[in-house]
């Protein structure tokens, strides 16, 4: 039960390639499977974070995989958005920029002996 939100984190990331396939596929039932994925994602992200809280479950490894695996299924996301024209380059790169600065800050606090959830 420990490793739980850990797992929970891990499943995004591997689902990640899945999800764009799924996406990238002509027919209707792939759209609908892609979109399960997607409420699965930020479902997951929510309980992972609850029970890490909830239970003091909450592990470095946690604190790092947990952004990363939220950037790596977001851009998914984005990047198969953007192949099929339903966004333009400029929306991702100010997403992307973003999570780049944030990333950038907690690192900078890290560094500095304080985390930033």
């Known amino acids: 039960m420990r490793q ?3 797992i929970l984190t ?3 990331i591997l689902l990640s390639p899945l999800f764009i ?6 027919d209707v039932t792939s759209k609908i499977m892609a979109l399960a994925l997607v409420i699965y994602s ?5 309980l992972d ?11 470095e490894t946690g604190k790092l995989l947990d952004p990363l695996a939220d950037s790596i299924f977001h851009f998914s996301v984005f990047l198969a958005f953007l ?3 339903y966004a333009q380059i400029w929306m991702i ?7 780049v600065t944030i990333t950038w800050l907690r690192r900078l606090a890290a ?6 959830s």
């Open 42 to 46: 930020e479902v997951s992200d929510v």
């Open 21 to 26: 396939f799924l996406f990238l596929r002509p």
């Open 10 to 12: 891990t499943s995004r």
């Open 83 to 85: 192949s099929l024209g």
């Open 49 to 59: 974070g609850y029970i890490a809280r909830k239970y003091n479950y909450i592990s």
């Open 4 to 6: 739980l939100p850990n």
């Open 93 to 99: 790169l100010i997403i992307f920029y973003r999570n």
């Open 111 to 116: 560094a500095r002996q304080r985390i930033i």
